[in-house]
């Protein structure tokens, strides 16, 4: 009798969809603050995430993708939009576009999948235990760019002087810089701190790196440098190593990253999502961080910048780019 009634409940067991209204499929919002092309990678990642826990689009679920191309302010525009469509829950990215979206919503589910520093940005209450109407994934950058620094001076013992890209706008690059100088200070480093608060502010901001004599380079994560191929193409320009928490930084040129994987934490995104259709506040749901941080060095960028990469620092890099 026992085995009996644990076959009919497997069989009766609800299917993702079935939390819905009779007839209507779940709805998820994504909030892209990058251009589609940009955005590829980590859209592929968080659909197979949702593959691998049973949905099927245009099945039992309907996903809804808006691109900021960079435009922060467009953000709230973008949530307002997904929000009139009826959509369950909201997939964002950093900590500004999560508190661009709540600020349009307090009751519409909200899952980062890469913030900062999420509790000091106001997005959660604790970790452990998030409160409100958002939850998701920390990307933990704010606090790898004094290891950012150290790789820098590995590569180039001699450097003196770094260039830091920094949005002021962006609570975890306000962490993120406060990180940086206090390793700075450890390994006698000056940094050259120039702002940039929108895309369109590259070329002039490099321009500027020029006059300040950087040796390096160290990019701060933030929408606003999404267009990170632009970006890896200048520092080879400007003859500059850099670093940056995002792989697609060195798969596009530039000479090292550093970072999580940030098409892992929209696969692992999907799981939230899960829950959250499933019946599960997102008060309830621990906020998670990363598992796996990646070494990727760019020996073609090296070579193109005449820098022989130290046989230390190569043993250590996940992966090499030839």
């Known amino acids: 009798m026992i085995a009996l009634a644990l076959v009919l409940a497997a069989l009766v067991r609800p299917s993702p969809a079935e939390a819905q209204p009779t007839g209507r499929l779940p709805r998820v919002g994504v909030i892209w603050e990058t251009s589609a092309t940009t955005a590829s990678p980590a859209r592929t990642a968080f659909r197979q995430g949702l593959r691998e826990l049973g949905y099927t689009e245009g099945q039992n679920i309907l996903v809804e993708d808006r691109h900021a191309g960079g435009r922060l302010d467009q953000i709230s525009t973008l949530a307002a939009e997904l929000i009139a469509l009826g959509v369950d829950v909201l997939v964002v990215g950093g900590t500004i576009a999560a508190r661009s979206t709540k600020a349009v919503t307090s009751t519409i589910p909200i899952v980062f999948t890469q913030a900062g520093d999420p509790v000091s940005s106001g997005l959660v209450a604790s970790l452990a235990r998030?409160?409100?109407?958002?939850?998701g994934l920390s990307n933990l950058t704010s606090e790898l760019s004094g290891k950012q620094l150290e790789i820098l001076k590995a590569?180039?013992?001699?450097?003196s002087r770094i260039g830091v890209l920094y949005n002021p706008v962006n609570p975890a690059n306000r962490v993120a810089l406060a990180e940086a100088r206090a390793s700075a200070r450890t390994l006698a480093l000056e940094l050259q701190v120039l702002e940039i608060r929108q895309p369109n502010e590259l070329a002039?901001?490099?321009?500027?790196?020029?006059?300040?004599?950087?040796?390096?380079?160290l990019v701060l994560s933030d929408p606003v440098l999404a267009p990170i191929y632009d970006v890896a193409k200048l520092t080879i320009q400007s003859r500059l190593?850099?670093?940056?928490?995002?792989?697609?930084?060195?798969?596009?040129?530039?000479?090292f990253s550093y970072g999580p994987s940030f098409p892992e934490n929209f696969r692992r995104a999907a799981s939230y999502v899960d829950k959250i259709l499933k019946g599960v506040r997102p008060a309830d749901l621990p906020v998670q961080q990363p598992t796996k941080f990646e070494f990727v060095i760019n020996t073609g960028a090296a070579k193109a910048?005449?820098?022989t990469i130290p046989p230390s620092l190569l043993a250590r890099a996940d992966e090499v780019i030839q």
Request: no cysteine; net charge positive; aromatic share 4%.
């Open 305 to 307: 910048l005449g820098l």
């Open 204 to 217: 002039r901001t490099f321009s500027l790196l020029k006059t300040r004599g950087v040796d390096a380079l």
């Open 241 to 255: 190593p850099a670093i940056s928490a995002n792989r697609a930084f060195a798969e596009a040129g530039g000479l």
């Open 155 to 159: 590569a180039r013992p001699q450097v």
């Open 130 to 135: 998030p409160g409100g109407n958002a939850t």
